[in-house]
């Protein structure tokens, strides 16, 4: 596999993530005073390299989704929330995909999902031998999950690539964790791809130009972590807990999702 297509297929993982878990993120006034009082050159240099950077940015992906190669793509929990955002920015690509198959759990299996490129596609009861005929795996599950049937699904020259959204693998160093515009040549050869988090990608892309320039040495982040970064399950939660307060059914929504109400 090509390095600028594994590393397009990550950035297409990497998308549904951040779409379904958007989160808004803020930078320290310490590490912004420290920018904002360099000299005015060093200024103009940093915000040249960060618009050339992202342009650059911009010209790689335009000319990864211009790829033309037909692979067969494994989707591991399309009905949730992540999973349902992969399908989505595969519809958006020019990719080439010979067959999409659709993995779920028995209540899910059976079930049929409408794609506008892809057409109808059953939902098939997950199997890691059904997953391993596939070019290409996403895995939008629990971390849990994930543990326990990625590597069976990626091992071996005839296993699948894995390219997992979840929690997993971001720690271990056997598992490249990619954000493609920056470390993308790490998807070279490898069968098992895990994503960062969605503030980490997000940050990183603006946080990357600065590094190198300035050579950073520590940031603070807040992030305000939007209810759909825990699942279909929590965005549902919400739903109901927000009409049941409305509605006058309750005082207080219950949670069982969140830590709190």
């Known amino acids: 596999m090509k390095l600028s297509f594994a590393a397009f297929l990550v950035t297409l993982s990497a998308s549904a993530w951040e779409t379904s878990a958007f989160t808004a993120t803020g930078t ?5 005073s420290k920018l904002t009082h360099r000299p005015i050159a060093d200024r103009n240099k940093a915000a040249l390299a ?13 000319n ?5 190669m037909s692979h067969s793509f494994g989707i591991v929990g399309a009905t949730g929330a992540v999973g349902k955002e992969i399908l989505s920015c595969m519809e958006k690509s020019s990719l ?24 109808s596609i059953e939902v098939e009861l997950f199997d890691v ?37 979840s929690s997993a693998f971001r720690y271990m160093p056997d598992v490249p964790l990619v954000i493609p515009e920056i470390n993308g040549e790490k998807t070279i050869g490898a069968k098992l791809i895990a994503n960062p988090n969605c503030t980490t ?27 759909s970064g825990a699942g279909q399950q929590g965005m549902d939660e919400l739903t109901e807990g927000t009409r049941s307060v409305i509605s006058g059914e309750r005082e207080v ?3 069982e999702i969140f830590a709190h109400p």
């Open 28 to 32: 320290s006034t310490a590490f912004v």
């Open 50 to 62: 960060a618009a050339t950077y992202a342009t650059a940015s911009r010209r790689f992906c335009s």
């Open 64 to 68: 990864l989704t211009a790829l033309n």
């Open 96 to 119: 080439d995909a010979s067959k999409v198959r659709i993995f779920g759990s028995q209540r899910s299996a059976g079930s049929t999902i409408s794609s506008s490129k892809f057409g």
């Open 129 to 165: 031998a059904k997953a391993r005929e596939c070019d290409v795996v996403f895995l939008a599950v629990s971390g849990d999950f994930a543990l326990e049937h990625a590597k069976a699904i990626s091992d071996g020259p005839d296993g699948a690539v894995v390219i997992d959204n």
């Open 201 to 227: 990608a997000i940050g990183l892309m603006a946080l990357w130009p600065l590094h190198k320039l300035f050579t950073l040495k520590r940031v603070l982040m807040s992030t305000y972590q939007a209810a």
């Open 253 to 255: 929504a219950q949670n």
